[in-house]
């Protein structure tokens, strides 16, 4: 199914920093002007006062919930996100009962269904796990033979062994999930485009594409739970 591209919008911002800065010296009266100023600041300062000891102060917990600063979800987050978009899918088939779809993960034209195993996203969509020792350590598991012929002790020990690697990805938070038609009806989709319940920023916005997004990974990720 083709969704389209998306390119990054062409933004050529301004530095204000630069462009609208002090370039003038600061002249004799203006220095003592500052000179008085600091002095009348210092009578209701006390400059002996030590400062606050930063790493003795309490830190709030960070919620498991909540994406990494790179926006990288780790198994737990990724497994709220999947149940939260399913959820939320719910409502627009409610809302709309002539949809025929299903939800996927996409991103740069790759794409998997969102109830994909991990196996099947390496292959399918291996941009959406996040490049690190974890996705090495299981890519090189996936390339071993699977132990069909072997006794059910070493079905179960692989079975284990992949199960434990699949707890240790992490999955890039900004992929998106979008619904892939099985019947194409353009005036449905012509409404989802405008529905509140899509993300109308992430959906292109024209006639010229079927592509209706839900919200990104990180966003349900952060609703749901």
Known sequence: MHYGKIYP?????????????????????????????????????????PLPNTESMTRLPA??????????????????????????????????????????????????????????VLSEFPSLVANNEAKTRMLRFLEAAHPKDETQSARERWQQQFQELSMELGYVGIC???????????????????DELVDRDLTPQTKASIKIVLGTISHFSRTGG
Request: hydrophobic residues 30%; positive net charge; charged residues 25%.
């Open 63 to 120: 919620s498991p919930h909540m994406p990494t600063p790179d926006n990288t979800l780790n198994h737990e987050q990724f497994q709220v996100a999947v149940a939260e978009a399913t959820r939320h899918f719910s409502l627009i088939r409610k809302k709309y009962p002539e949809l025929k779809g299903y939800l996927v993960l996409s991103l740069l034209g790759e794409q998997t269904k969102i109830n994909s195993s991990p196996k099947e």
């Open 176 to 194: 998106q999930v979008a619904i892939c038609f099985k019947d194409l009806k353009y005036d449905l989709i012509w409404k989802l485009q405008a």
């Open 9 to 49: 919008e062409n933004r050529n911002e301004r530095n204000d920093g630069l462009e609208h800065g002090i370039s003038h010296p600061i002249g004799r009266g203006d220095r003592s002007g500052c000179l008085r100023l600091l002095l009348q600041l210092r009578k209701h300062i006390d400059l002996r006062s």
